[in-house]
């Protein structure tokens, strides 16, 4: 133990022969995060989500004026040191209303990010283990998912439950799994005949334990990775919904929303559609720079070297 | 031990069907330690999976310890009689696993209480030390991997362990030492060997008798003496040996 | 006395890596004349690293430095990529360790052996057909004309890197680089390509570096051999000396290998020592200057 107090704790985690499992595991992260941090791009990306996430919490503390206050007299305003990027057709502060607006934004890739990958995941790695008469039909019905249009089935989801933010996520969540249960039963079909399958069948390990303990983390690293690169299309198809009036309801500051609000006067007021359509853009970039990122830490194919 | 008797194994269905084993027939005495020779394609990892439980596309006869085995279904009992170590030990261990999830879900799954004492064990036991036990198998080289596997295998205490070109994949001096160490644990542990390898100079060095394979076909059983001697009965075994002796001037 | 063909005074191949920089071959000297000429070491000993910087095929960001690396006194060193194209395949080849990942697997083999032969020798399709024709023969395959309609999967391992070798003698190079040439194949079919690899290089008087881990093999088949020890060369021997290596990791090979002939209950195994990495090379016992070749 001696020895261990000399080393930094950078040594100490970058140790090629860890002595508690606690070791081992923090070692593997920030190896991860060396591998990431040299990224500059997708550093990039990170920050600019962190900064989105402290926007969202802090937004009552950040936004100068209520997201919701109306002032009549003065709409449509240019930026200036008033107003930072103008007001909109009711006078609200175009700026307050991005910062709570990020809330919802987070909210819908959050719900979104989490329930689709899981769906995804499940079905694409029983189908691809089991092989046979469950992989027939349960690709059969991914396949049908994925004959529609991703939006036009959210729309018909939506309008059959009601408009709502709601049941706009879940629409969403309910369109966004196929192609992840695609990629995972691919990526099932290259573990299923490793070797290291065939000895954990041989110390009698069953096909639930297989699939939870031996498939799925290596298929979950790949679909992280397709996730972050998805958010940017989720985040497009959420404010696609809110732009149809089909997601978020007014006054609720949703991005997409605000763009359909700007249309009308696009021409003239260019402001109150491109300031929610910058911050959309911005947001999508960060989370494309920072798959990209995961995919160099995450993608087992990367790390043979 | 092992009784395999007219053993047909195949892939695919007509008209495509590959009879990869075909009427392979040997018994293992318990203790022994048995080589299955011959090229690749020859059909002789194809008998170690169907033993093992991993192909179901089989017919004929398997016994260990007496017991018939059918289909791809074992008992736990034969995962505690049977292990099995791999070719390559890049691909035979979970990258995201490090040793001690290795080993301890090993030992769990075979129900063994005491699992820190006897890891330490295993590891003792393979020549690696404790050092190693947190290690991923990205931190290990091929030999400390082949090691693993072969700590793996050993986890279920088996009596029977099935050796698919365990060292083909490793440079000669690390060979020598994983060879050396499986010699030790036949010793230390009773343990009956059946070895596939296409370097009969290994075979002839671990194995007590081996079956010389073409083709899927066992075409002769033989000592490890006579393959040394030189003294293989059929023109094939002949033919392997000359070329197997190295390359001469034509 | 004849010039080399090639001449390497300390190469030297470097990667970056997170804990600085990796150094896989480490002051490597060696001249090859029209001779066998072996390359042995275990994995990681910078063997096909070696191979590979004569071809300029180290890809960024490793790092290729040596204080002399020339092909008939030619540098190849700082090559542009467009000057090392006309060496790479016409005046020096490369065969590769798995004919499965070297040949295209969508494209016929005729066509492929076709193409590279023009693009080396230029010519007409009926020419190079006719070359095609003639070197599948030179590497002992039946029938070519049916060979040259097939696609690579359809060909077994021997036959494929049989095709391999007649692709990368068709513009009649004067080195061959063969790196692990016979590792993928039964020993039935290695003495088969050895056979035609050593016939060619008799007959059209190449220099070879062949690259291999199989120490025996080696020194059956080349005429000198070359012993790398992590990214250096320990020590260089007359083929047929090879059994009385001087150097301890060379003895340390050669004992820890099971043999048919002399059989033991326990093989020796290496004791390496760290004292190896950075000794000097074993003194040449050899006076001429391409022992055995010429």
């Known amino acids: 133990m001696s020895q261990s107090r000399d080393m930094t704790r950078r040594e100490w985690l970058l140790s090629d022969a860890p002595q508690t499992r606690r070791q081992a595991r923090l070692g593997a992260i920030y190896q991860g995060w060396l591998t990431f941090r040299a990224n500059k791009l997708a550093m990039l990306g990170l920050i600019i989500l962190v900064i989105l996430i402290g926007m969202a919490i802090f937004a009552p503390w950040l936004a100068p004026q209520s997201p919701f206050t109306q002032n009549l007299a003065g709409r449509l305003q240019p930026p200036s040191g008033e107003h930072l990027l103008g007001t909109d057709a009711l006078g609200r502060d175009i700026l307050s209303r991005l910062i709570y607006g990020s809330r919802i934004t987070l909210f819908i890739v959050g719900t979104v990010a989490l329930i689709a990958p899981i769906i995804g995941l499940f079905i694409g790695t029983v189908a691809g283990f089991t092989g046979g008469w469950t992989d027939q039909v349960l690709m059969r019905i991914t396949d049908i998912f994925l004959a529609f249009p991703k939006l036009i089935l959210a729309l018909a989801f939506v309008a059959a439950l009601g408009a709502s933010i709601g049941n706009a996520v879940l629409a969403l969540a309910l369109t966004a799994w196929p192609p992840y249960a695609r990629l995972a039963r691919a990526e099932t079909l290259t573990i299923r005949n490793a070797d290291y399958i065939a000895a954990a069948r041989l110390q009698g390990a069953g096909p639930m334990r297989l699939l939870i303990r031996h498939v799925w983390p290596l298929c979950i690293s790949s679909l992280i990775v397709r996730v972050a690169l998805d958010m940017a299309g989720i985040i497009l198809s959420a404010a696609g919904l809110g732009f149809l009036g089909l997601g978020a309801q007014p006054p609720m500051p949703e991005w997409g929303a605000m763009i359909s609000d700007g249309r009308t006067y696009i021409l003239d007021f260019w402001w109150v559609a491109a300031m929610p359509g910058l911050a959309i853009f911005i947001v999508s970039l960060a989370f494309n720079l920072l798959g990209d990122g995961l995919r160099d830490v995450l993608d087992p194919k990367g790390t043979k070297e | 031990m092992l009784t395999v008797d007219q053993l047909d194994v195949w892939f695919g269905f007509p008209p495509d069907r590959v009879d990869a084993v075909q009427q392979a027939t040997f018994a293992v005495a318990p203790g022994e330690s048995f080589g299955l020779v011959g090229e690749s394609g020859s059909g002789k990892s194809t008998i170690l999976r169907a033993v093992a439980g991993l192909i179901d596309t089989w017919s004929g006869r398997i016994g260990v310890d007496d017991q018939p085995v059918s289909g791809t279904r074992r008992d736990r009992n034969f995962y505690k009689t049977v292990q099995m170590v791999f070719q390559d030990p890049y691909a035979s261990l979970h990258p995201r696993h490090s040793v001690d999830a290795v080993l301890s879900e090993a030992l769990r799954l075979q129900g063994m209480q005491d699992i820190d004492r006897r890891i330490a064990r295993l590891l003792d036991d393979v020549g690696l030390g404790r050092g190693f036990r947190f290690r991923y198998p990205h931190q290990l080289s091929g030999g400390q991997r082949q090691r693993v596997a072969i700590a793996r295998a050993l986890a279920a205490e088996p009596r029977l362990l099935l050796l698919d070109e365990p060292t083909s994949a490793l440079d000669v001096s690390v060979q020598a030492e994983i060879l050396n160490l499986l010699a030790d644990l036949r010793a230390e542990h009773d343990l009956t060997y059946v070895m596939v390898s296409h370097d009969l100079a290994v075979v002839a060095h671990m194995c007590d008798r081996l079956a010389v394979m073409q083709h899927g076909r066992i075409v002769e059983i033989m000592s490890g003496a006579a393959l040394r001697a030189g003294a293989g009965q059929q023109d094939y075994t002949r033919h392997l040996i000359q070329a197997s002796a190295g390359y001469s001037r034509a | ?294």
Not at chain 3, 58 to 82: C, N, T, Y
Not at chain 3, 113 to 121: G, M, P, Q, S, V
Not at chain 3, 240 to 260: E, F, K, V, W
């Open chain 3, 1 to 294: 006395m004849t010039s080399p063909l090639l001449s390497v005074r300390n190469l030297r191949v470097t990667f970056p890596t997170r804990q600085g920089a990796f150094q896989a071959v480490r002051g490597v000297n060696f001249d090859l004349g029209r001779e066998r000429l072996g390359v042995v070491g275990e994995s990681g000993s910078g063997k096909s690293m070696t191979g590979r910087s004569l071809l300029g095929l180290i890809r960024p960001p490793g790092k290729v430095e040596a204080d002399r690396m020339e092909f008939h006194d030619q540098p190849l060193l700082d090559l542009s990529e467009r000057q090392m194209r006309k060496i790479r395949g016409s005046r020096i080849s490369m065969v590769m360790q798995d004919p499965k990942f070297s040949l295209n697997p969508v494209m016929k083999i005729g066509d492929q052996i076709i193409e590279a032969y023009r693009l080396h020798a230029g010519g007409g399709k009926a020419a190079a057909r006719q070359k095609a024709l003639e070197m599948l023969d030179a590497v002992q395959i039946r029938d070519p004309a049916r060979v040259m309609e097939t696609y690579p999967h359809e060909v077994s391992g021997g036959m494929g890197q049989r095709i391999m070798i007649a692709m990368m003698l068709a513009p009649d190079p004067e080195i061959l680089i063969a790196d692990e040439p016979t590792s993928a194949l039964d020993v039935s079919v290695r003495t088969e390509v050895l056979n035609i690899m050593d016939r060619l290089v008799r007959d059209r008087g190449m220099g070879l570096i062949f690259i291999s881990h199989d120490l025996n093999l080696v020194a059956q088949f080349c005429d000198r051999v070359l012993i790398m020890y992590a990214g250096r060369i320990v020590e260089t021997l007359a083929a047929q000396d090879l059994h009385h290596a001087r150097h301890p990791y060379t003895q340390g090979l050669l004992n820890s290998l099971p043999r048919l002939d002399a059989p033991i209950d326990r093989l020796p195994v290496l004791q390496r020592q760290d004292s190896w990495r950075d000794a000097e090379p074993m003194p040449d016992i050899q006076k001429t200057e391409f022992p055995g070749g010429l």
